[in-house]
């Protein structure tokens, strides 16, 4: 009866350690995102939206047929804003997807200096959940 007890914790552990194979910074790492552009800032209905414009890689060596994420942004005072999730991103190994974000704020928050700070030194990262591979696998991603 032991042994039946070692063998299924055995089991669990070998388990446990399977479905977190990543940590996120290990994941961000794995799938870089560039900014490549920002448009300029649009007047929406009380707020201004400015388009952001991204590309993410894909470092791993198998294609990617979705992603649970979010793209996190830090801006250069340290604040930071969280796109939604983009479930359906679809990437071959070793390649590039093209994205955009539409970020919503407020106008009168922002000077033209620090637009122009905000484009230069913005910082930008995938926050992963999950990873579905091509080939049926996939990878949840712990914190």
Do not use: R
């Not at 961000?28 to 007047?43: G, R, S």
């Not at 604040?79 to 997807?97: D, G, Q, R, V, Y």
């Amino acid at each position: 009866m032991k042994n039946i007890y070692k063998l299924l914790l055995i089991a669990m552990c070998a388990f446990s350690a399977n479905t977190y194979a990543l940590t996120t910074k290990e994941a961000a790492e794995l799938f870089p995102v560039t900014i490549t552009a920002i448009d300029e800032p649009k007047e929406s209905y009380f707020n201004h939206v400015m388009i952001i414009h991204y590309e993410i890689e894909n470092l791993s060596d198998k294609d990617v047929t979705a992603i649970e994420s979010s793209i996190v942004f830090e801006n250069p005072d340290g604040s930071t804003f969280i796109s939604l999730a983009a479930n359906s991103l679809e990437i071959k190994s070793k390649s590039k997807a093209n994205g955009q974000f539409g970020y919503d704020f407020n106008k009168s928050n922002f000077t033209d200096k620090k637009m122009q700070l905000l484009g230069l030194k913005m910082k930008t990262w995938l926050k992963v959940k999950e990873i579905i591979y091509s080939d049926g696998t996939y990878e949840a991603v712990s914190d």
